[in-house]
């Protein structure tokens, strides 16, 4: 995505013509647009996460929860886009056969960002963010980097309310369950326009509503696509789109899970 030289001069640059250069303009647009607000949920919760004991939990995750909200508003948008005119575009953004995957899943890193300082890394999203760090803008690379060994030491929502260094009271609990739901909601309202634009990458339909998701035994691999059982499950990034995107659902639920029952929590935190 154009974004540097959107800022520098508003122009972005398309590969289609005509009508269809302006709806290809206004998917790279959007995104762009939106992203201000998931990255201001997650640096709100860097900065709870850092000094818990400086601010307001409750009002911090209430924040949190009000920029997500407006930022699944923002891409819900998105269900309007025709699969016809995506799957014009959609080409040149696919890797090489063989080579690197291409940039799709990496338009917004804020994203990413926002589930970094919620919860550590698991192994699988791990393998995700290793294959698609070249292709976050430049400026996020080394941001990604940093959030994500910073969390995988500890520093994230989940760990400092299991340690006791972030003590959160009744509204607390509520606002950052609340702030977990529209993270969710967020994530179906990607699986289900993702669903709808690549029908070819969900055979199977089944295992797909949140309840579903949240019930499955552990994550899934995110590079189980395209062989002969799967043939049709490659995402635009040449990942299995079907597992990253339920995977997403699945770790955020089972942190619902988690801060409504302590008990719950595994022994181990995941690496």
Request: charged residues 25%; contains cysteine.
């Amino acid at each position: 995505m154009n974004s540097e030289e959107y800022a520098r001069c508003g122009d972005i640059r398309v590969f289609s013509p005509g009508r269809l250069g302006t709806l290809e303009r206004d998917f790279y647009l959007g995104h762009h647009l939106s992203e201000p607000w998931i990255r201001s949920a997650a640096y709100g919760l860097r900065a709870l996460v850092a000094a818990p004991d400086a601010v307001k939990p409750a009002a911090v995750l209430e924040d949190a929860a009000r920029c997500v909200a407006e930022f699944t508003s923002d891409m819900a948008g998105y269900r309007r886009l025709s699969g016809e005119a995506f799957g014009r575009f959609r080409p040149y953004h696919l890797g090489h056969p063989g080579g690197p995957r291409g940039a799709s899943g990496a338009f917004m890193p804020s994203v990413q960002l926002l589930e970094l300082v919620l919860l550590p890394p698991s192994g699988e999203y791990g393998v995700y963010l290793d294959q698609a760090m070249s292709y976050f803008p430049s400026w996020a690379r080394p941001v990604v980097a940093r959030w994500r060994s910073a969390s995988g030491l500890g520093a994230n929502v989940r760990q400092s309310v299991r340690d006791g260094r972030l003590v959160l009271d009744d509204a607390g609990t509520e606002q950052l369950v609340r702030l977990i739901d529209g993270f969710v909601d967020f994530r179906m309202v990607h699986l289900g326009i993702t669903r709808r634009l690549l029908p070819e990458a969900f055979p199977d339909r089944s295992g797909l509503t949140r309840r579903e998701i949240g019930a499955q035994d552990g994550e899934r691999s995110v590079l189980a696509a395209g062989d002969a059982q799967r043939p049709g499950d490659t995402g635009t990034s040449g990942f299995s789109v079907r597992h990253v995107l339920t995977n997403a659902v699945h770790r955020l639920l089972e942190l619902r899970r988690e801060v409504l029952d302590p008990a719950a929590a595994p022994t181990h935190p995941r690496p």
